[in-house]
């Protein structure tokens, strides 16, 4: 952490007037900070101007003014999802001004522990998860970063709390803007190309990821997916004094070879989350299948079979895994989670039950914003017909890692959006029998209520409507969130 007075009487600049930028410049302004906050939209449609201005903070909309950035600025703290090529962010850089995010200002200036969670897919559940655990373990858990409460606003409430922890999902836009940055424990569930449009290459999204673990060290924690390539490819940059890596492909416990392998390359020490008997090929019955905790000191327990899970998918069940070595490190038992791994529900827009209707269950999972995490929903169910829902922002993907799982999963598909006709091409490669095709249309709701009437007509007795794009939003709502509400509320109108 570094001397939060340090910030006294120096000139700040915040870029975005976001839920993170706000909090941001109440922190700074806290501190003593001179801190102008700068946002594109006009001052009409920044109603969180008024609460910073209340506080004498200087807000300027509408545009980036000549002036803004000069030299005597100490530090930049950039909305995440802003580009570094915005002309500010490209001003600051070549003046050598610092530019971080709001969570690399917010471990600076707090020295509550934190948990960072990261992944292509996952992060919601894996922090909300672990969230719930460790309030059940009688701990004090704080959840926020990319959901819930921006960083700046809980490291103040975790302040006013004894033994408080801070457990952060966080985006690689988030990561990106790190650099002192170190969450006790690190856990980063799985790799997938996304996001290339803003990182513009999987080496920079990678080497965003990566940063999660960059600055810990021997009284730290690293967990990660043991059978993910990408993750397993960081091992060598973990400076962590343990590691727990999880799997659902082999039994890691008591693994020799693993063990002997991650102890030589760093001399940490080593525990493990892992399912046995491990999932192969041609085994789909969950029923005698156990999530394992393994570690020199306790051997192998036992917490919960797979199939008292409270959520679906074999993805779920690496989340769990995740969760739980993540709580087992922060304080829990492992005889302490078997409760919250079976009472948890779906978080919003992830693989959410909506209703049943005509025998036809109808789930909402807005948030799969990549063909992994299509992937990975459909997955979740086994021998019953899908009637899939899919389409949105065109990032230049051809779709074609689908081909596999529409094959064997999809008995129907209805696209929309701007990779209607991508993801129509790869369905008729796949033999999909049934394809249904929404035109583009000015009304996006109009859209989206259309795809569920060709669905619900396409769906018959036991089957799965799931909407599960594989795409971002943007083409058609300004966020996944909205896109899943509409299909709620289409698929409640039926």
Not at 22 to 43: C, I, Q
Request: charged share 20%; with cysteine; aromatic share 6%.
């Amino acid at each position: 952490m570094n001397d939060p007075q340090s910030y006294r009487g120096l000139p700040v600049v915040v870029i975005g007037l976001a839920r993170s930028g706000v909090e941001a410049a109440k922190a700074l302004h806290r501190l003593g900070a001179l801190v102008t906050v700068n946002d594109l939209k006009p001052r009409e449609q920044s109603p969180e101007a008024v609460e910073l201005e209340e506080l004498n903070i200087e807000v300027i909309c509408g545009g980036h003014p000549e002036g803004l950035i000069h030299k005597d600025i100490a530090l930049l703290v950039k909305n995440p999802g802003i580009p570094y090529s915005a002309p500010p962010i490209q001003q600051a850089m070549d003046l050598g001004i610092e530019v971080i995010t709001e969570v690399e200002l917010a471990y600076r200036i707090s020295d509550v522990p934190m948990i960072g969670i990261t992944g292509s897919n996952g992060k919601t559940t894996t922090t909300t998860w672990v969230g719930q655990m460790l309030d059940a373990c009688g701990l004090h858990p704080i959840v926020g970063g990319n959901i819930g409460i921006p960083l700046c606003q809980a490291v103040v409430e975790a302040e006013e709390k004894d033994n408080a922890i801070i457990v952060a999902e966080l985006s690689s836009f988030q990561l990106k803007g790190t650099r002192d940055f170190n969450p006790t424990i690190a856990a980063l569930l799985n790799v997938a190309e996304t996001h290339l449009d803003y990182h513009g290459t999987m080496d920079d999204y990678v080497t965003s990821k990566r940063k999660i673990f960059e600055n810990q060290g021997e009284k730290d924690t690293a967990v990660l997916n043991w059978d993910d390539s990408y993750c397993r490819s960081m091992i060598p940059y973990i400076k962590a004094g343990r590691i727990i890596p999880f799997s659902v492909n082999e039994e890691l416990g008591n693994n020799a070879a693993m063990a002997a392998a991650l102890s030589a390359q760093s001399g940490m020490s080593v525990g493990a989350m892992y399912v046995s008997p491990s999932y192969v090929p041609d085994m789909e019955d969950d029923l005698e299948r156990t999530i394992m905790y393994w570690d020199e000191e306790q051997g192998a327990v036992p917490i919960l079979r797979v199939d008292e899970l409270g959520i679906p998918g074999r993805y779920n069940v690496e989340n769990a895994l995740a969760a739980c070595a993540i709580s087992i490190v922060a304080g829990c038992q492992p005889k302490q989670l078997a409760d919250t791994l079976r009472t948890f529900r779906s978080v919003e827009h992830r693989l959410e039950y909506v209703t049943t209707h005509n025998e036809v269950a109808y789930y909402n999972n807005s948030k799969a914003t990549n063909a992994k995490a299509t992937t990975m929903a459909l997955s979740a169910f086994q021998d019953q017909g899908i009637i899939l829902i899919a389409g949105g922002l065109d990032r230049g993907s051809d779709y074609m890692d689908l081909l596999p799982v529409f094959q064997s999963q999809v008995k129907a598909l209805v696209v929309l959006g701007q990779t209607r006709h991508k993801l129509a091409r790869v369905a008729e490669m796949a033999g999909v029998a049934s394809i249904r095709i929404i035109e583009e249309t000015d009304q996006a709701e109009q859209a989206v209520y259309q795809a569920v009437q060709q669905a619900s007509e396409l769906a018959e007795t036991g089957d799965i409507v799931l909407l599960s794009p594989a795409c971002a939003s943007w083409d058609m709502f300004s966020s996944f969130e909205i896109r899943g509400n509409v299909f709620k509320q289409a698929v409640n109108e039926l």
